[in-house]
Structure formats: C-alpha cells, structure tokens
C-alpha cells in the first residue's frame, strides 16, 4: 500500500503571510492538527502546528490585540518532513512513530498533493486488521519454523475458508510467533478442531 | 493480538485532589497527551487531557493565581471509554478511531492496570507490516476469489520463502484485492517472475 492511495487530499493549507488568529479559527473548524504553509503556487514553505500556536497564543493571553499582528510565517516549522505519493504507508507510519509527528505532507516536486496523519494511519490499521470485516478472529501461537504459515493457510483452503486478514508479530517467548488471522466462511468450532493440531497453541478465538 | 500483550504500564496517574497545574507539569515532562485520574486506591475516577488543560490556563491567562486553586476533578472527564486486557488490539484502535480520542485506560475490575494511545497503536502497526523487518515489499493487485492468497503461499512456499508480514485491503477496482507482503529468503527477480503469472498485477516491488 502507497501512500498515494491511502493519503487525504486536497489538503487545507495556509499561506505564510497569514494571523496565527486565523490559523487557529482554521484548525478548529477543520478539527485537524496542522496546516502546511504554502506559497501562492502551492510550494511547501513549513508547517505550523496546532501545539505552537496554542502556546504562543496562551503566552500573548487570548485577548491580547498584539495576536492580530502574529504571522504564520514567523512560528511555522521549517524542516518539514515529508513523503511522496510512492512512499510505502509503513515507511510513512515509520516516520510519524520515530519522530512522534502528527502529520506528514505528500509531496510531488515541491507541491503538496496530500497529507498523512497518525489519524489516518489508525483507520488504515483497522482496514489491515480487518477490524469492520465479519468473520472469526484467530489469533494463533507457533512454533517460527518455515512452512508453518503455508500449513495453516492450506488448512482454511481446503476447508474452502476465506482468509480476510493475517498478520504475524513476535511472541514473548523465545522460538514462536503470534499470528492474528480473520476468517470468513468456517463454522467457529470446526476451525478450532481442524488448526489446533497445526500450531502451538490457539490463544483466543472469537 | 491483545490490548493486555501491548498495553503500556505501568500507567503515569493523577489524584482528582491535584492542581491542574500540576497536571500540566506531569504531561509536559512525560510528553504525554492525558492522565487518568484514580483514587488512592488505583480506582478510575476520570480523565484529564493536555487540550483541555490548556483550554483553561489559557483562558484564564497562564500568570494568573487562581489557577494554583482549579483542580483536577473540577475539569476531567468522568465518562471515559475504557477496554479491557483482553479486548484486541483492533477493537481498542476501532474506538481510538471512531471516538477520535487519543488514549484508552485499561481496566481490569475499577483499576487502571495499563494504557493504549494513538502512538502506541502506530508502533504496533509497524510491527504488524513487518515494517522494521528484511525482506523484500511485495504489493499484488489480485483477483477477489477464494484460494488465490493460498495459491501465492504456496508458491513461496515451494520456494523456500518465508512470509514475514502480508495484510489485504480494498482495491480501488471492483473485484480485486490489494495485498501486502514482506518475504524473505527469496531474490527479488526471481521472486517476480514466479509471482506474476499468479496475479491480475504486481504493483510494487522493493
């Protein structure tokens, strides 16, 4: 999955010589995070965050007449991390994780074609886990050897189940793996009968 | 995967008898978004977030001295969503996701035995994608019928692969599937040519 087909777009965006009064009434009923900084042609110049102009407006007090002279251009970000619209949606989320960002604007050359938010990445999980989908969730523990994923897949393929969603992560005990798997078209109890003698251990079914 | 096997604790709380000042220092120096409220037993009482915390500091200008005497329980939430250890993880980001909040006590009876935030849910999505791992990114676009992600397990199977992570999601066109795999063990030429006859499209390779 690329960031192309998951990003939001068109993004709202305001321009540098703007209030940060103006920018805060924007974030508040957009309910967003942040807006990219863009010049007339659409050109990223920063971003400026719902955090900073909290505190920059709390720091004047809210009533002060000195906010309406306050630019967006003066306390906008800079060095704006950034990803394309063929940037993988994990290295996306990687980013958003290890710098602890809200956002991250698409980019095509210089414009800002969309954005990413840790938001969005939350309704994209969901989709990957197939938390809206109907079927039984399996979430199984087994021995990391070669082949084990192949066994259980075979197992659902024969007993003509449709997999919905699969995804494995790493167990706390040394030598297994967890996988978490949704299935669609297999009566629960048969399930449970027919893939405990494959794997380790079936941790929960429901 | 459940919200107990990844939860965080132990969980940073607050007395409801606190000052919202001191709240705001404890979310500042943990650089975290909200704090359950518990009495002295661990009891969940409420919760109080950083965005309302300074809504009222900043309302109430953040030098004024009557704010050492607004206290917690004056401003926290009481009605706050909860899960338990044993809810899934997806569950857990469902709510995240539907609610649009951004942290989820765990309970277990009354008391707050741990955590699940927005943040902690894209870590876990970065695990679940493999996103940290070796491999080769593999995305198919492929025909919606049951067998077909057998079929491609078998195929890398046979080929010695192993499947690191793999996730489905919807195709933009109707009647395909969109998957996601990361695969090791298996050189990336090698890995398309047997591949490709299998899918409607390989989609991205890397």
Redesign the interface.
Known sequence: ??VG?RMTYPVITISPRATLDSANDLINKE?IHSLPVVDRQGRLLGLITKDKI?SV???N??TNEVESELLVEDFMMTQVLTVTENT????A??I??DY?IKSLPVIRGNYVVGIIT??S????????????SQGI?L?LQVEDV??K??SI??K??EM?G?????????S?EKGYK?M?LKID?IEKYELKQAITPLVYKVA?I?
Chains 1, 2 share one sequence.
Do not use: H, Q, W
């Not at 993988?88 to 290295?91: C, Q």
């Not at 990445?121 to 809206?132: D, N, Q």
């Not at 449709?162 to 790493?170: A, G, I, P, Q, R």
């Open positions: 999955m690329l087909s309910s909290d407006l709390c720091k007090g809210s993988p949606i994990e290295e989320a990687r958003i994780s602890d840790a938001t990445l939350i309704r994209i999980f969901l989709e990957m886990t197939g938390a809206r969730r979430t070669p082949g994923i192949f897949f075979k659902i393929c003509n449709n997999v919905v969603s699969f995804s494995t992560y790493n706390e967890m978490t078209g929960d429901r």
